[in-house]
């Protein structure tokens, strides 16, 4: 058995939350739901065909990950020898 939409937005509400403001509150979020913009039907068939094709060929190659993974590591640690650079009275922004 399926949830409603209505019992799904009931199901995100706090438990000690009144009766009549639950009500309002999904009302509020049908109409949310409803008012909700679609995206192009192009854009998602080529968006579609993308993921599909990310899937087939088995996404990132393990090389390449962790390269990025070095790479924001090494970012990291400069930003933070800059900042403590600055903490210390030198660096870029001393005064």
């Known amino acids: 058995m399926t949830a409603t939409e209505p019992d799904r937005i009931r199901g995100d509400l706090p438990p000690d939350l009144e009766p009549a403001e639950a009500e309002r509150m999904v009302e509020v979020g049908l109409r949310l739901a409803g008012a ?3 995206p192009d039907p192009n854009f998602r068939g080529e968006l579609r065909r993308q993921l599909a094709g990310a899937e087939a060929s088995g996404g990132i190659a393990p090389r390449r990950v962790r390269a ?3 790479s924001y590591a ?3 640690l400069l930003l933070l020898a800059v900042a403590s650079a600055g903490v210390a009275g ?3 922004f001393a005064a």
Request: proline share 17%; net charge positive; glycine share 24%.
């Open 36 to 38: 909700r913009p679609l």
């Open 68 to 70: 990025l993974a070095a």
């Open 74 to 76: 090494l970012s990291g």
């Open 90 to 92: 030198g660096g870029p």
